[in-house]
């Protein structure tokens, strides 16, 4: 059994992080399952937005999991560790609707670079969130030291990375990383995922598509896939296509813009 779950209910759909044992740390097959996840998403236009959730009040996630990546020789550490990670926290972070985390409990290294990937983040009073891994010689390697510092203060930021220190969740929400810290956040979650629901679904997606590309996020296809989607309904593309299926040369000089 998968331990990442997607569940769809009406226009949300919930990852849940299901291996509360240990504390929600992520495998190889986790990362692989959040992706094939995320395909999915994709595919559903009835989706308008997803928690990202995770089992057990101890730990939202307290990274990846050590004995996973710990006899790595560094080229494989590199490429496969790192590398493939790296890609699926990517595609998450630019689904084309809004992902909201649940942190219920404490967020650590990769469930941090986790948590980066949401567009907004509700957190129990007693989550914490912190980047141990100069504490046992390695650095973030899920964007730690890149996504984090579109999101957190620097000075914060590397007394984090330098230091390992914790930040609490109410000076996680001073510092702007959470929206709201909460008895019940995956109540206060869904509030927000409803409100979403009630907004138009294009503008929602191209405003996230704007504030992302802002955020130097997939700004590349993001510009070109909002001037595509400016030119489809032109009467140019439609002269254009017409011609090349009637095996003719376009003429837009009688096209109107």
Do not use: Y
């Amino acid at each position: 059994m998968s331990a990442v779950h997607l569940e769809i209910a009406g226009s949300v759909a919930e990852i849940r992080l299901e291996n509360p044992a240990k504390l929600n740390a992520l495998t190889m097959s986790m990362i692989e399952a959040l992706d094939a996840h995320c395909a999915r998403i994709e595919d559903c236009r009835d989706i308008r937005s997803v928690l990202l959730t995770a089992a057990g009040d101890r730990a939202f996630c307290v990274g990846a999991d050590i004995r996973e990546w710990a006899s790595l020789d560094a080229r494989t550490f590199a490429r496969d560790w790192v590398r493939r990670g790296h890609r699926v926290f990517d595609r998450i972070a630019r689904l084309p609707v809004p992902v909201i985390g649940v942190l219920s409990g404490h967020a650590f290294g990769g469930g941090l670079e986790l948590a980066a990937t949401c567009d907004l983040r509700i957190a129990a009073p007693g989550a914490t969130i912190a980047l141990p891994e100069t504490t046992v010689g390695i650095v973030p390697g899920w964007s730690g030291t890149q996504r984090l510092a579109r999101q957190i203060p620097p000075a914060v930021l590397k007394e984090m990375a330098l230091t390992g220190a914790r930040l609490s969740a109410s000076r996680a929400h001073a510092v702007g990383f959470l929206n709201g810290v909460e008895d019940d956040p995956r109540s206060a979650a869904l509030e927000i995922a409803e409100r979403i629901s009630d907004s138009a679904p294009q503008a929602t997606e191209t405003a996230k598509w704007l504030i992302s590309a802002a955020l130097e996020e997939d700004s590349a296809a993001a510009i070109e896939a909002l001037a595509g989607a400016a030119m489809s309904p032109t009467t140019e593309k439609a002269e254009g296509v017409a011609a090349f299926a009637e095996k003719r040369r376009a003429d837009f000089g009688k096209v109107q813009s």
